[in-house]
């Protein structure tokens, strides 16, 4: 009987084991599968990837209920201790803004006038779609967030991200419910940028640090710790003169930059619709003859 019992438990450690075995190599088998696919049928695993993410965000923003609840709970017992102290500096601030209110109407009324007397064109006007941030469910990119709004709510790639204090990154892929924000630090964010202060234009260019950095300035270009940056416009993807972040130190030819925006801080975004206008037709067969090819320049 004692031989008999110590088999099966030889049996059953063998077993055991065989499936062990069996279960890694069959693991090996699908990650070099899916390696094979990806590399095969790139916008397969994407269009996966999406889907995905349409059947996660929901969960993701159910799941984070309970959490945002706490975290205002806590916010809120700590900042009622200090509820008059705020209140007075509250009435300070806003007998200041008063008066830059009748400041600013004064010039806008002026800025109204010098417009209509120089006849100056206005540009595009931008439109937003707001939206919460519900985490990030994984992606090929380092640094991302996810959005709770798709094709669906007229998200569409390319598409500028803000925050209540400046720019977000812009939306890479998008899903009928969900879409993906590329932050401003990742390492594949490009996005064109001036300095504020004097004027000289550049690329900032993420290395998946907390900073991003400002390249491609000009060589008289001196920036200057402290100096703001803003959206340049170039491109036609992003409006001029969003708030980027600002200068933190310049080694060498290495301008780091601060985001004014912190990733781990931010719950509601709006994309911003935004189009550059396109030259009509009627437009461009005026500039050209018949023919199709440009007037000809009168002789002297």
Do not use: C
């Amino acid at each position: 009987m004692r031989l008999r019992g110590n088999g099966i438990s030889t049996l059953g450690l063998s077993l055991k084991t065989t499936a062990h075995r069996f279960a890694a190599a069959l693991l090996v088998m699908t990650a070099l599968g899916l390696l094979v696919l990806g590399k095969a049928d790139a916008p397969l695993i994407a269009n996966w990837r999406i889907s995905i993410a349409d059947t996660v965000t929901p969960a993701l923003a159910v799941i984070q209920q309970p959490v945002r609840a706490a975290r205002a709970v806590i916010a809120e017992a700590r900042s009622w201790a200090n509820v008059r102290a705020k209140n007075r500096r509250l009435e300070e601030e806003n007998a200041h803004l008063r008066i830059w209110q009748q400041l600013a109407s004064r010039y806008r009324r002026e800025n109204r006038d010098f417009r209509r007397l120089l006849k100056m064109a206005r540009g595009p006007v931008p439109t937003f779609i707001s939206a919460r941030v519900v985490g990030d469910s994984g992606s090929p990119f380092v640094r991302t967030l996810l959005l709770a709004a798709g094709a669906e709510d007229g998200i569409k790639p390319n598409q500028a991200v803000i925050a209540a204090d400046g720019l977000v990154g812009r939306i890479v892929e998008v899903g009928t419910r969900s879409a993906r924000i590329l932050l401003l630090t990742d390492l594949n964010s490009r996005v064109p940028v001036r300095l504020a202060g004097s004027g000289y234009r550049g690329i900032l260019v993420g290395d998946n640090s907390p900073q991003a950095v400002l390249t491609y300035l000009p060589a008289r270009a001196k920036a200057r710790p402290g100096e703001e940056v803003v959206t340049s416009g170039d491109g036609g993807l992003f409006p001029p003169g969003l708030p980027v972040g600002v200068v933190t130190r310049v080694v060498g030819p290495a301008v780091h930059v601060q985001p004014y925006v912190d990733d781990d801080e931010v719950e509601f975004v709006s994309v911003v619709r935004y189009r550059l206008p396109v030259p009509k037709d009627d437009t461009m067969a005026s500039a050209t003859g018949p023919s199709g090819q440009p007037h000809a320049l009168p002789k002297r």
